[in-house]
């Protein structure tokens, strides 16, 4: 192996597939040979200019990558080739969207057979665990999620298995919304639909949530969560924001 396929953005909105060198396990390192990669919406980002990564030529996009082993350093001592893993993020942090990549063996994390590649994406996974546990749910904590989304929906699992008593999920498209009741949301509401003065008065009976996660990272979207939480309660913004926001005191007040 000594060439591979990886893939490139020369310019603002475009992408080409390149040859480059297969990296070399460094002794604590294993070489993985790439099954699936998650497209986060930060990839988007970077191929439209909107972030300080978006500078071109740039290959720092892909970031959720699972794969099976194909050489391990000399130290390693967990994996062998054959093992099929799954792992945070990949050596200098991006560049995931090629035919191999090197991660050290800490960030690297075994994937049972009966999970397909595409699913046992640990990145997004434990992104998501680590934010949510910092949201300060309490048991019986009523919680509202805007944004039903992959980070979205994890969210909102997630808090359920934090103690929240009732999840609520926020969103336009209709068929997330299903999904969000599919897994386990108490209720749903469109935000095209007056589904956010809905969910106040008929969920919380226009006593607001306990906590909000925003997890949409669309303009309006921090201004809804406001809207949302009761007084006393906590906005949790997880969303990642790439334009100025703009808030209307009145609701903070």
């Known amino acids: 192996m000594e060439s591979m396929k990886s893939l490139l953005c ?5 992408v080409e597939i390149i040859d480059k060198p297969v990296p070399t396990p460094d002794p604590k390192e294993v070489l993985i040979e790439t099954r699936a990669v998650g497209l986060c919406t930060s990839d988007i980002y970077v191929l439209l200019g909107q972030t300080p990564e978006g500078q071109f030529p740039t290959d720092r996009i892909g970031h959720e990558p ?19 893993v799954t792992t945070l993020w990949c050596r200098g942090g991006f560049m995931q969207f090629a035919d191999y990549y090197a991660q050290e063996e800490s960030f690297v994390f075994p994937l049972p057979d009966e999970i397909p590649f595409a699913y046992g994406l640990c990145e997004p996974l434990g992104a998501a665990a680590r934010g949510i546990c910092g949201a300060g749910i309490l048991p019986g904590d009523t919680v509202a999620v805007v944004g039903a989304g992959y980070f979205g929906q994890l969210i909102a699992q997630a808090a359920r298995f934090l103690g929240a008593w009732r999840v609520v999920v926020l969103d336009k498209v209709p068929e997330r919304l299903q999904i969000a009741l599919d897994l386990g949301a108490d209720a749903s509401y469109n935000v095209a639909e007056d589904g956010v003065r809905r969910a106040v008065t008929d969920f919380t009976k226009g006593q607001g949530f306990d906590l909000v996660a925003e997890c949409a990272g669309v303009l309006g979207a921090l201004e809804t969560c406001v809207v949302l939480v009761r007084v ?22």
């Open 66 to 84: 699972a794969g099976v082993v194909v050489e391990v350093g000399k130290e390693v001592t967990r994996f062998k080739p054959g093992d099929r």
């Open 10 to 14: 020369p310019a603002l909105g475009k």
């Open 232 to 253: 006393g309660g906590s906005v949790y913004a997880y969303g990642w924001h790439t334009q100025p926001e703009t808030f209307h005191p009145y609701h903070w007040q």
